[in-house]
């Protein structure tokens, strides 16, 4: 029997009916819904349908990939649009965020038809990321199990190319 430190603050208990919620970046392959609804997962967000306007980004590929989470015992929430964390040159839409015209008012309907389009599939939530710097990491230290855990440290941080395609971009433009 452990004692507990009569100084420490007491744990409280977690409210009744309490759930856990799981967020992962899994693909959502057949395989993969099959493993989450065996671990008790009910709602996910899906991979990227596809990073350019195709058939899978249509009415009915959204339509057809909610039907087919939805036949494993799994709620499709969410979508990503095609607005990726990704470095501005790798970017699906790499005229928005620059307002490269007439490309990015292309980009920015497509972008727009997509969300009517998930709409219409009757799927209620859309996420994106606008980033011009994609996810900035330092090296990956080793972890438990010999996992390789993603970092930030500001002091290994180098910045290389010194600015991105973008140019100067103050933090009001941002």
Known sequence: M?????????????????RLKAGTQHASS?????????????????ELPSRKPDAACSVEGL?????????????????????????????EHPDILPGKSPGRDRQIDAICGMIRKAA??????LKYILTILGVVRTAPPRG?????????????????PPLTEA?????DEM
């Open 30 to 46: 057949d395989d993969i819904l099959r493993t989450l609804a065996a671990l008790g997962v009910n709602h996910i967000c899906s």
């Open 120 to 125: 219409r599939a009757g799927i209620p939530d």
């Open 2 to 18: 452990a004692l507990r430190d009569p100084q420490s603050p007491r744990r409280q208990a977690p409210p009744s009916g309490s």
């Open 63 to 91: 339509l057809r990939l909610r039907e087919r989470v939805e036949s494993c015992g799994i709620r499709l929430e969410m979508v990503p649009l095609p607005l990726s964390f990704v470095y501005i040159t790798r970017a």
């Open 144 to 160: 438990r199990g010999g996992a390789l855990y993603s970092t930030f440290v500001y002091d290994q941080a180098r910045q290389d």
């Open 167 to 171: 140019g100067p971009v103050s933090a």
